[in-house]
């Protein structure tokens, strides 16, 4: 990662350069580790995600990362793809937010995800474009468990409709319901027959 410049380079009318400022200082923004997590759950929302048409529908076969994304009431639609050699993000909305889409046709997967997909389907068909940008990642995917417990922190309404909740060993703060317990909500306790 690099800190942004405000003047790279500066040319006269001839196109000579007059002043070339010095690359600024690189340094490491994630952990190699950390980089190769991220990696992993963006491949795999490409090949099993929000991103999956990117194959199923344009047929890119490459290594690829990727995320699609969008915004309440289908206001903007974004979708960023990555390889080792390449990044192309697309974002797809209006300046005006009172202009948006009614329905899930505004997703990134619909508006923004196709104009990647059409560039990057046209990037394989090329030999040279092939071998310079879809080039695999330097490690295989990562086995990444991203299964998380049902629960969620506890809240006001989780107590009162449920009362039978205990905490689970090891997820403090998480809540779940006692093994072979039997659930009352609050509607059964109130309407509860008399014996």
Excluded at 141 to 155: H, T
Aim: glycine share 10%; hydrophobic share 40%; net charge positive.
């Amino acid at each position: 990662m690099r800190d942004l410049q405000l003047v790279e380079r500066i040319t006269d009318a001839q196109g000579k350069v007059v002043f070339q400022a010095k690359p600024a200082a690189a340094r490491q923004a994630l952990a190699a580790q950390t980089a190769a997590v991220v990696t992993a759950m963006l491949q795999r929302a490409i090949d099993s995600g929000t991103g999956a048409s990117l194959r199923a529908r344009f047929g890119v076969r490459g290594a690829v990362a990727g995320k699609t994304g969008t915004s309440q009431d289908f206001g903007d639609a974004w979708f960023i793809a990555y390889t080792p050699a390449l990044v192309a993000a697309t974002w797809v909305g209006a300046r005006d937010p009172s202009i948006h889409f009614n329905s899930g046709l505004g997703t990134g997967a619909q508006l923004a995800l196709p104009i990647i997909g059409g560039t990057l389907a046209e990037v394989e068909r090329s030999p040279e474009l092939r071998r310079k940008y879809m080039v695999p990642f330097a490690q295989p995917p990562l086995e990444v468990d991203m299964e998380c417990q049902p629960w969620r922190p506890s809240g006001f309404f989780d107590r009162l409709f449920n009362r039978n909740a205990v905490k689970e060993g090891g997820n403090q703060g998480n809540t779940g319901p006692e093994k072979g317990a039997q659930r009352e909500n609050i509607f059964q306790r109130i309407f509860r027959k008399k014996q």
